[in-house]
């Protein structure tokens, strides 16, 4: 599986982004959950959400509920994180990562996903 991540950029506090993540591969089809993970500088890599690939059922984390919505797109084997009301601590890498079931970690574990895109810079100046 290859996950490809794209949409980041300077924005301002208050603004809206939305990054995509493309699946490609032949074991694309295995993935049953896609997640979103950002890693601000000096911290460490933190869950931000997740989507079932099948279903669509989301969760979020707490710092991102109400702002942030993770979408998919079958047709084009897409997720989506649409980001709103933009904060300067939401400045970060954010990574997409794929979870095709068989690490069997909590999903907020960066150890639960096998694939990893290469990462999207999101900077939110205030």
């Known amino acids: 599986v290859q996950l490809q991540a794209s949409g980041g950029g300077l924005v301002q506090a208050g603004d809206s982004l939305r990054l995509s993540c493309a699946a490609s591969?032949?074991?694309?089809?295995?993935?049953?959950?896609m997640g979103w993970f950002r890693q601000a500088p000096g911290k460490d890599r933190e869950f931000v959400g997740r989507?079932?690939?099948?279903?669509?059922?989301?969760w979020y984390d707490d710092s991102v509920k109400g702002r942030f919505i993770i979408s998919r797109d079958g047709a084009k084997n897409t997720a989506y994180l649409q980001m709103n009301n933009l904060e300067a601590e939401d400045t970060a890498i954010y990574y997409c990562?794929?979870?095709?079931?068989?690490?069997?970690?909590?999903?907020?574990?960066?150890?639960?996903?096998?694939?990893w895109g290469q990462g999207t810079l999101v900077t939110v100046s205030s």
């Open positions: 990562a794929a979870d095709t079931g068989g690490l069997g970690y909590e999903m907020v574990s960066d150890r639960a996903y096998e694939y």
């Open positions: 591969g032949r074991s694309s089809w295995t993935i049953i959950f």
């Open positions: 989507i079932s690939w099948s279903g669509g059922r989301t």
